[in-house]
Nanobody, 114 residues
């Protein structure tokens, strides 16, 4: 079974930065599919944060444009989410997803203090 393992979450002050990583156990499943990051805050629906196609095209939620950057390293079967200028409203559990096969990671908590 293909697995996605997120890491890099934590507690940071407003204005700080974190980099999330999503490592895939299957290179074939990773390299040819769009990878995405979602987040879910308490009491709210899960929402798309950013996505990157196999060719490197990206799209972002309006709320994170200019602050977050999604990238991927196909040689390492890993996707990243660089988060700068973090705000308290970015606090959520962040999940990565392989949009091709629908697999989700287990999530990593990001908490931004004011």
């Amino acid at each position: 079974q293909v697995q996605l393992v997120e890491s890099g979450g934590g507690l940071v002050q407003a204005g700080g930065s974190l980099r999330l990583s999503c490592a895939a156990s299957s290179g074939i499943a990773f390299r040819f599919n769009t990878m995405a990051w979602y987040r879910q805050a308490p009491g709210r629906q899960r929402e798309l944060v950013a996505a990157i196609t196999s060719g490197g095209n990206t799209n972002y939620a309006d709320s994170v444009k200019g602050r977050f950057t999604i990238s991927r390293d196909n040689s390492k079967n890993t996707a990243y989410l660089q988060m700068n200028g973090l705000k308290p409203e970015d606090t959520a559990v962040y999940y990565c997803k392989n949009e091709g096969n629908g697999y989700w990671g287990q999530g990593t908590q990001v908490t931004v203090s004011s």
